[in-house]
T-cell receptor, first 115, second 115 residues
Framework: GAVVSQHPSRVICKSGTSVKIECRSLDFQATTMFWYRQFPKQSLMLMAT?????????EQGVEKDKFLINHASLTLSTLTVTSAHPEDSSFYICVGGGANNSPLHFGNGTRLTVT | AQSVAQPEDQVNVAEGNPLTVKCTYS??????LFWYVQYPNRGLQFLLK??????LVKGSYGFEAEFNKSQTSFHLKKPSALVSDSALYFCAVRDPTDSWGKLQFGAGTQVVVTP
């Protein structure tokens, strides 16, 4: 069935480096990919919405130059955290969907720890 | 604008007793409503959804939820809680008139089931 495969599941990096998170849609075409961030014991906050082939739309307060989103194909979307800092440590989740309010499919999340 | 509220940060219940996790919503049209569960360091798992039809929705692991339009609520229930139901529960709303269909999550409710 339709699945979003998210990798890596965990990553530890040093402050100042960049980290790329990949989400691949399997058995469906992810026209839209939502990127969420979750801090410990908090809710999921939408960071940005990307549509295949166009620029992502970022939520207020999210730095687009820091969180680079690429959605070059219907099966792959990536989030790159550039120049990561300890405060970027969080759980990042991608959620893929097709057109017209079709069902959403969740990635399993990436636990990012910046030291 | 759409929003969803979970008024309880935590719900404590003894094993075998009924479990209720509250959720109220605000959306301009007819909402799509969802419940998800999250175990520690894991992604979100889908429990159930209301799109249209019968107000009582049955989902995974014995959970059910009742859509109440007049009270704008969608409370999650389970007749007899298990210790393994201890987790973080999220209510979410999706506005079907939103072209991208993004999910808005509630703050989450921690459920603790004691033996």
């Amino acid at each position: 069935g339709a699945v979003v495969s998210q990798h890596p599941s965990r990553v530890i990096c040093k402050s100042g480096t960049s980290v790329k998170i990949e989400c691949r849609s399997l058995d469906f075409q992810a026209t839209t990919m939502f990127w969420y961030r979750q801090f410990p014991k908090q809710s999921l906050m939408l960071m940005a919405t990307s549509n295949e082939g166009s620029k992502a739309t970022y939520e207020q307060g999210v730095e687009k130059d820091k969180f680079l989103i690429n959605h070059a194909s219907l099966t792959l979307s990536t989030l790159t955290v550039t120049s990561a800092h300890p405060e970027d440590s969080s759980f990042y989740i991608c959620v893929g969907g097709g057109a017209n309010n079709s069902p959403l499919h969740f990635g399993n999340g990436t636990r990012l720890t910046v030291t | 604008a759409q929003s969803v509220a979970q008024p309880e940060d935590q719900v404590n219940v003894a094993e075998g007793n009924p479990l209720t996790v509250k959720c109220t919503y605000s959306v301009s049209g007819n909402p799509y409503l969802f419940w998800y569960v999250q175990y520690p360091n894991r992604g979100l798992q889908f429990l159930l959804k209301y799109i249209t039809g019968d107000n009582l929705v049955k989902g995974s692991y014995g959970f059910e939820a009742e859509f109440n339009k007049s009270q704008t609520s969608f409370h999650l229930k389970k007749p007899s809680a298990l210790v393994s139901d201890s987790a973080l529960y999220f209510c979410a709303v999706r506005d079907p008139t939103d072209s991208w269909g993004k999910l808005q999550f509630g703050a989450g409710t921690q459920v603790v089931v004691t033996p």
